[in-house]
């Protein structure tokens, strides 16, 4: 469908001259493991002499902050359940790095904590998933008028240690931080969409202005439990089928996957990626990319919005007009 717009593009930011323009016509570049600080130089080429695969965790990001004010609209963060606190507050990696770890006080401390892999990835802007949620609001507010924010989650357990696990009283916690730290005000919710046999209403970009729609990256026990949640009372999007009554969100990492085109179409909004394990950066390979965005899922993750620092490549994931956000047609 054509979209009968006229837009500008101010600060890296979508001005709109129609209020009609549904949200699902988007499309937004944003980041994988937003919260992510590059393993250490030392901790990583230890690892890297017992397993080439350690590459793949080689890239990091700047503060969330930074990435909203260079104009992500989405991000990636990543949970650990710590109910007694100091769980994850002494990685073993700071023993091969001899740098100790900066968030050891933090960690100590019991709740939800971000980083993406104990001992080994753990270095992390914020530790605290309360604070992010924090931080995140008070940006909001000091950048009222920005595009929806699309914001995926994922908790992540060890199932080989039961205390990892989450708890329907866990989830229902977690369901409730999103809800009270951010308030309504800055959330798009899914009892909001209008849900027909054929297509899935959405906000207008307009009307998404100011908020965050966030999305469960899980398929297991923990999106189960998330789906326990009465429609009324979910702050949260889930990664459910469109034929599911709480559908609005799916996560298709593969752009080529063949029904992105039609779930997009039925208003579905659809987050894939542009690359995957520093692979694509290495080789200066854009194809993934490109088949993102003509797959017109709204949503495309990457490690690279920015070029690597930490090996030489100049492979950047980045509009043409040099923004990360536009609508499609």
């Known amino acids: 469908m054509k979209l009968f717009i006229f837009t500008l593009l101010v600060g890296g930011s979508l001005t709109s001259y129609a209020q009609n323009v549904p949200l699902h016509h988007i499309q937004v570049i944003g980041s994988h493991n937003s919260y992510k600080k590059a393993i250490n130089p030392k901790l990583y080429e230890y ?6 695969q350690v590459q793949t965790l080689y890239y990091e990001h700047p503060s969330i902050t930074t990435q909203l004010d260079l104009g992500l609209r989405n991000l990636e963060i990543d949970i650990w359940k710590d109910e007694q606190g100091s769980k994850y507050a002494s990685p073993t990696g700071t023993t091969i790095s001899g740098i100790p770890y900066e968030w050891s006080e933090a960690m100590a401390q019991p709740g939800y904590k971000i980083f993406h892999m104990p001992d080994v990835d753990y270095e992390t802007h914020q530790p605290s998933f309360i604070q992010q949620l924090r931080e995140l609001k008070a940006w909001s507010e000091q950048n009222p008028t920005h595009e929806t924010i699309f914001i995926t989650l994922e908790l992540k357990d060890e199932k080989k240690d039961p205390s990892t696990l989450f708890t329907r009283a866990n989830i229902q916690e977690i369901n409730t931080l999103i809800e009270t730290e951010l308030t309504e005000k800055h959330l798009i919710t899914p009892k909001e969409l209008k849900r027909q046999a054929d297509f899935i209403q959405w906000p207008t970009i307009d009307e998404g202005r100011g908020k965050f729609v966030w999305i469960i990256d899980n398929t297991d026990y923990r ?12 702050a949260v999007f ?4 469109f034929t599911h009554p709480k559908a609005g969100c799916m996560i298709l990492n593969n752009p080529y996957d063949t029904s992105i085109p039609q779930l997009a179409e039925k208003g579905v909004i659809i987050r894939t990626r542009a690359d995957d394990s520093t692979k694509q950066a290495r080789t200066n390979d854009y194809s993934t990319f490109e088949q993102a965005k003509q797959s017109k899922a709204q949503i495309i993750t990457t490690d ?5 620092q930490l090996f030489p490549s100049t492979y950047q994931v980045i509009f043409d007009d040099h923004t990360y956000i536009r609508i499609q047609d």
């Open 47 to 52: 690892l890297l002499k017992k397993d080439a």
């Open 223 to 234: 999106l189960d439990l998330f789906d326990s949640i009465a429609l009324a009372d979910l």
């Open 238 to 241: 889930l990664n459910v089928p």
């Open 304 to 308: 690279y919005y920015l070029p690597s």
